[in-house]
């Protein structure tokens, strides 16, 4: 709304001190109007977009798959993934872990079937 701005009730209060200072370029695709509102504790910025003429407009290329020697994206994902996909697999080694959350090697390994059995299941609570 340009010169006013919508209070909290719904109703559009006009603005006092309208500027249309803008840093801009000229050739941005917006044009912006600023205004203080009467209380002068907001500013309001209106800003609509500009509509781009058709003949200024450039059409979407659309790359053919089929005879396209150029790598796309997803090609370049994919070799990607494949590179580190043995190392996805085994995951990081102890060791590094280790470093990385500052623990000890054992708690990276394992606990067998003989002190999972062990494991008392419902120990008794403290006091």
Not at 55 to 74: F, K, S
Not at 90 to 115: A, D
């Amino acid at each position: 709304i340009p010169g006013g701005h919508l209070r909290q009730d719904g109703a559009i209060s006009s603005a006092r001190h309208k500027s249309t200072y803008s840093s801009l370029p000229d050739d941005y695709n917006c044009k912006v109007e600023l205004a203080l509102t009467s209380d002068g504790r907001t500013i309001v910025c209106y800003h609509p977009s500009v509509d781009v003429p058709y003949e200024h407009t450039q059409p979407i290329p659309h790359p053919d798959l089929l005879h396209n020697n150029e790598e796309t994206h997803e090609q370049i994902l994919r070799t990607k993934l494949e590179g580190n996909r043995k190392h996805l697999e085994q995951g990081p080694m102890i060791e590094q872990l280790s470093k990385v959350f500052f623990t000890t090697k054992h708690r990276w390994y394992p606990h067998g079937q003989y002190h999972r059995r062990r494991k008392k299941l419902n120990p008794p609570k403290d006091r």
